[in-house]
């Protein structure tokens, strides 16, 4: 059973935040749609993706930064407001784009296969944004990230693309125990 069939039938969730102001709220309603989904999908799954944790969380900004507690097990954290997923996974945590790089439509985990993949055009990513298959050609777009204090500190000013610069976008990762 696909638990992602509202999003495929035109959440209207196409702006994210590289499309129009106009299409914000409807981009937010789908992101909690797919929130929602995620949380079914995992929960339906077996293995290591089933295992893993999706929670909607809100982030603290402060000082051009966005901060967010380390997520304590494997899964995704969604932050609506801010389109930014944190994904903890295998010892890494990333901070990705909500949107899909091809053409910005929200992402969704598909626990049985342990990964994210976009329902408009099926590209897969690993869980650490890694392309797979599919229509687009990069990795899921990330945001530099560090840990400090127990807190994960994200730069959602800037979107690390890996089609444009490699180096930054592989070394958007945080190492937790």
């Not at 389109?83 to 945590?93: A, D, F, H, T, Y």
Request: net charge neutral; glycine share 14%.
């Amino acid at each position: 059973m696909d638990v992602m069939r509202a999003v495929d039938e035109g959440c209207g969730c196409g702006g994210g935040r590289l499309g129009a102001v106009a299409d914000r709220r409807e981009f937010l309603k789908g992101a909690g749609v797919v929130a929602a989904g995620l949380l079914i999908a995992l929960g339906a799954g077996g293995g290591d993706a089933a295992a893993a944790v999706v929670q909607i969380v809100r982030g603290v900004a402060a000082g051009g930064e966005v901060r967010y507690p380390v997520p304590a097990a494997d899964g995704a954290s969604i932050d609506r407001e801010r389109e930014i997923i944190l994904v903890r996974w295998q010892g890494k945590v990333y901070a990705f784009n909500l949107s899909c790089p091809h053409q910005h439509t929200a992402l969704r985990w598909e626990a049985g296969d342990g990964r994210f993949q976009c329902p408009k055009h099926h590209s897969k990513y690993q869980p650490d944004g890694s392309f797979v298959s599919g229509r687009a050609t990069r990795g899921m777009d990330r945001f530099a990230l560090r840990v400090e204090g127990g807190q994960v500190v994200v730069d959602d000013a800037n979107i690390l693309r890996q089609d444009q610069d490699a180096v930054a976008w592989a070394g958007a990762v945080a190492t937790v125990a």
